[in-house]
């Protein structure tokens, strides 16, 4: 971040653009009648607007997570902030990004739907960054760097020191994405926002707050970036559903931390269950809610899984993980199930 300058990352169209603008963001003042925005009078709790840049649910956030309000962004799932990003920033059919594979495959994807082109540095052998290939592959157009801490599908955790290293010396934005980071031990780095301007952190409810299906992801970010984000997001993107839920969840911690304590007790249980079966080569440490196992015939043990109704991620064909299975961390019942199903193949 030598000569970083978000004013030179940011697309034209995005700087130009005049976003949209309702009657409800123009208006500040306290209303009693509502009829600017065409919807149907009748109060069933769901007829008008959400509110656009979820004010309740971010102030919720904020204290939770010891941050300002102002460094919050909400989307329709991580996926949608991904999405925004490349928006912002990167100039389709000319401009590149940078991911370190085995990785989350949405970064691709989502790259290609922009037109985006995607440089790739395979992470090392012990699934740690490789500082030198990726300061070589970068060039003046690459706009992001993705890294996945605890990393999909590794389950390792960056080493801090190495990310740090990439803020400082990359000139363009460095996306974290922490969607596991609550199974973790790691400090997040949402707490160097202040230090490092061209850092993104993503987080998630779809994970350890056990809310994938309402669709809510965070962007974590300087006051600059998270303006920009909401320059260019769909008004509506957050669903009034969505806010209440994610609401509801916040205000009862107790039992997210007792979910995790769970997950986290039965990982260390399926480690010592897997460490015992014969096809089992290696299991990769996890600071997340899966576990990466190395296997004899991995193909063989994710069909008869299957034939059982058991279903877990074949990642054997994904390079640097051949020969691997990724299985995530169920109940106490799945997990025992699947231990039962493995030890009679
Ligand atoms: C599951 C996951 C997400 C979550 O994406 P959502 O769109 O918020 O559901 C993000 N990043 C990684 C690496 C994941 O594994």
Redesign the pocket.
Known sequence: MKNFKLENLIRDNVLKLKPYSSARHEFTGVAEVFLDANENPFENGHNRYPDAYQRTLKKKISQIKGLPIENIFL????????DLIFRAFCDPNSDNILICPP??G?YEVSANINAIAIKKVLLLENFQLDLNAIFQEIDSRTKLIFI?S????TGNSMQPTDVEYILKNFDGLVVV????IDFSTQTSFSHFLDKYPNLVV??????AWGL?GI???MGLASVEIVTILNKIKPPYNVNTLTQQTALKALENTLEQKQQIKSILTEREKLNRAFEALPFVQKIYPSD?NFLLLKTDNPNQIYNDLKAQKIIIRNRSNVELCEGCLRITIGTTVENDRLINALQNL
Not at 177 to 180: G, I, N, R
């Open positions: 989307g329709n799932g991580s996926d949608e902030v991904i990785t989350y949405m996945c605890p990393n999909n599908p994405d922490e969607a596991y993503l987080q998630t409810f779809s994970k994938a669709r809510l992801g997340a």
